[in-house]
């Protein structure tokens, strides 16, 4: 038996990213359909064919990339962004997303591409986060100084973390990109990129 339930867990271990993330695309593309697919409905009438709404979104969104080009759609844009920004318990939820969404962003990576061991305690024990910033002349006095830098330390298993100011003192710089650093701790060490390295022999 218990051969047959490690069996099941190996499998239920190969599966389960994979239907994870065909349900999430599954999700997305249905509710395209179902959002998008409605209002062309009601344009165009029984000329409507299934999976307009989902090619619909696709244009959509390259739309927006492409107009993101242009500095009028991008004030325009922000302007936006500010107005969300004053309506009280959106402004909380949209930053927050909107900061998640931009840490993955690879055309801002250049912001904070250092993947650092933070120091805890004796030494000894580390923790593997990610630098956010450098600087803190533009903050209050008192957040931090030029012997100091913010490094957010994710949780693993879910999304969420702590931004805490350390010494700089206290950080030792790690050879990994920030995607490689975010699938290791969040998969708690369990999953990791090979770099092809080979390891040296003990």
Request: net charge neutral.
């Amino acid at each position: 038996m218990k051969w047959i339930g490690k069996l099941f867990v190996q499998g239920l271990m190969a599966i389960l990213p994979i239907v994870v993330t065909l349900y999430l695309v599954y999700w997305l593309a249905t509710t395209a359909e179902s959002v998008l697919g409605r209002i062309i409905r009601y344009v165009i009438g029984d000329a409507y064919v299934p999976g307009l709404g989902v090619l619909f979104g696709l244009l959509i969104t390259l739309g927006v990339g492409l107009l993101l080009q242009l500095w009028l759609f991008r004030k325009v844009f922000s302007l936006g962004e500010a107005l969300l920004q004053r309506i009280p318990g959106i402004k909380s939820l949209y930053g927050s997303v909107r900061d998640l969404v931009g840490f993955f962003d690879s055309s801002k990576q250049k912001d904070f591409d250092k993947t650092v061991m933070v120091a805890i305690g004796d030494d000894k024990t580390r923790l593997m986060g990610l630098v956010t910033r450098e600087s803190f002349d533009d903050l209050p006095e008192g957040i931090g100084d030029d012997q100091t830098v913010a490094v957010y330390l994710p949780m693993s298993y879910q999304l969420g973390g702590f931004t805490v100011m350390v010494p700089k003192d206290k950080i030792h710089p790690v050879d990994l990109k920030v995607d490689q650093a975010m699938q290791f701790v969040l998969t708690a060490g369990v999953s990791a990129e090979d770099k092809g390295r080979k390891r040296p022999t003990p």
